[in-house]
């Protein structure tokens, strides 16, 4: 098809970004997007877990559920998913091939310029979910909001989760403007949900829900999440919302996730107002079945493996939140905690190495094979003069093999600063628990 990936380009121009494409194309199509209802989610962290949550929560309560989110970790598939279960290869070559011709056409006279892949992924699952007839829609953003493929939606909920500064070349330099881009997802008289937001971000949330007479629901108000201890696989919280408490086992690990999990509570009981037939019970069973890998996810053995697919300054301040708190890990001594790390080029390096620097007694600096990766030299300049052992390995599974090594069978080796660092490291690891999700 000759589709342009921005998801793999290293320049992502914000010129490039164009709704009226997918828009031709979803016509071509017959407008599959429209007249199921949905949640579309916004944000630059916990999107994917939050509407993991909400999905699942959805799919026990008897709607048939499609889940739209990216990127993927270990198969392209993954992206679109219903009632848990990703698209069958069958189904998505058959698809592939109906909507070709359509692209082909589009690209022969492509005034608007060529299509992108992720425009096209958009579409399809659009029309996949169209017919398997799902009966609710669950839709994350690909990145920003504003000009988001996934912004053609009128959906029943928008919701914003946690926004920091990130992918600045595209959104803008300050927070302000990256807010303003992720709230354009808000339309005319849909309600909000928002997770809690810096001052700015909120104040830039809330004009936009003042010029568009959308309700708002911010869930720093009279929201609380209290930890109450871990069970098994799960941690045990007590979720406090407008409409009652919920006292429950949620499947995702991580310091982060109670809060992923009341924005998602938030807006569940959005749609229990809004008339959805939605039960405590069934929040409480759809938290416990959620599954979001390659977030603090914990795969026991000697030592300790966690993944975690942190890549900014807030997530990473999470994780080393989760790794304090989280028994197996909080017991180990730094000088047996092995830190295996690589970031994407445009990430804030420093700012991540200075936090994890402190937790950790050895790193192994490494690059996963994404174009994106960041240069060796670059993350050497990130992690020196901070009072760890600095090594380097050609590529994760070398990082990860060197990291045995050097751990003690009692220690914890963490790999973290991407999702491909975190993919990468899944592949070929046992999994016996799906862990958490950002």
Same mark, same amino acid.
């Given at each position: 098809m000759g589709l342009t990936d921005y998801e793999s380009a290293t320049s992502r121009a914000a010129a490039?970004?164009?709704?009226?494409?997918?828009?031709?194309?979803?016509?071509?199509?017959?407008?599959?997007h429209m007249g199921i209802p949905a949640v579309h989610l916004a944000g630059t962290k916990g999107k994917g877990s939050t509407a993991s949550l909400i999905a699942s929560v959805m799919s026990v309560a008897g709607y048939r559920t499609g889940l739209y989110t990216s990127p993927h970790l270990l198969d392209f598939r993954e992206r679109i998913c219903l009632d848990g279960k990703m698209i069958s290869k069958d189904h998505l070559v058959r698809l592939m091939a109906s909507i070709r011709p359509l692209v082909d056409e589009m690209n022969a006279h492509a005034y608007?310029?060529?299509?992108?892949?992720?425009?096209?992924?958009?579409?399809?699952?659009?029309?996949?979910?169209?017919?398997?007839?799902?009966?609710?829609?669950?839709?994350?953003? /690909?990145?920003? /909001?504003?000009?988001?493929?996934?912004?053609?939606?009128?959906?029943?909920?928008?919701?914003?989760?946690?926004?920091?500064?990130?992918?600045?070349?595209v959104l803008g330099d300050s927070l302000d403007k990256i807010a303003a881009e992720k709230a354009g997802i808000i339309k005319q008289s849909v309600p909000v949900v928002s997770a809690a937001q810096r001052p700015e971000a909120m104040a830039v949330i809330r004009e936009r829900c003042l010029k568009n007479q959308s309700r708002l629901i911010?869930?720093?108000?009279?929201?609380?999440?209290?930890f109450l201890g871990y069970l098994g696989n799960g941690q045990l919280v007590k979720l406090t919302g407008r409409l009652g408490e919920y006292c429950l086992c949620l499947s995702l690990l991580g310091h982060y996730q109670r809060q992923n999990a009341l924005t998602a509570v938030a807006s569940l009981e959005v749609l229990i107002e809004a008339g959805f037939k939605i039960s405590p019970e069934d929040i409480c069973e759809g938290f416990?079945?959620?599954?979001?890998?390659?977030? $603090?996810?914990?795969?026991?053995?000697?030592?300790?493996?966690?993944?975690?697919?942190?890549?900014?300054?807030?997530?990473?301040?999470?994780?080393v939140l989760s790794l304090e708190e989280y028994p197996a890990t909080a017991k180990i001594e730094k000088g047996e905690r092995?830190?295996? $790390?690589?970031?994407? $080029?445009?990430?804030?390096?420093?700012?991540?190495?200075?936090?994890?620097?402190?937790?950790f007694g050895t790193v192994v600096l490494t690059r996963s094979a994404h174009p994106r990766a960041m240069k060796m030299d670059l993350l050497k300049q990130a992690f020196e003069g901070r009072g760890l052992q600095v090594l380097e390995a050609d590529g994760v599974p070398k990082a990860l093999e060197l990291a045995g090594e050097i751990?003690?069978?009692?220690?914890?080796?963490?790999a973290t600063g991407s999702l491909f660092v975190a993919a990468e490291a899944l592949k070929g690891k046992s999994q016996p628990r799906s862990g958490t999700g950002s």
């Open positions: 490039n970004y164009d709704l009226r494409r997918v828009v031709e194309l979803l016509m071509r199509l017959r407008n599959p608007l310029g060529k299509i992108t892949s992720f425009e096209v992924m958009t579409a399809l699952a659009f029309e996949f979910f169209h017919r398997q007839q799902a009966t609710f829609q669950v839709i994350e953003t /690909g990145l920003g /909001g504003r000009l988001d493929a996934t912004n053609v939606i009128t959906p029943n909920l928008s919701v914003l989760t946690p926004i920091s500064l990130d992918h600045t070349e911010e869930v720093s108000d009279g929201y609380k999440a209290e416990r079945q959620a599954r979001w890998p390659g977030r $603090f996810e914990v795969i026991k053995g000697n030592p300790l493996l966690v993944i975690d697919g942190a890549h900014n300054e807030e997530a990473v301040a999470e994780l092995v830190l295996v $790390f690589g970031t994407s $080029f445009d990430k804030d390096a420093q700012a991540m190495a200075a936090l994890l620097g402190g937790y751990s003690p069978a009692d220690g914890l080796i963490c």
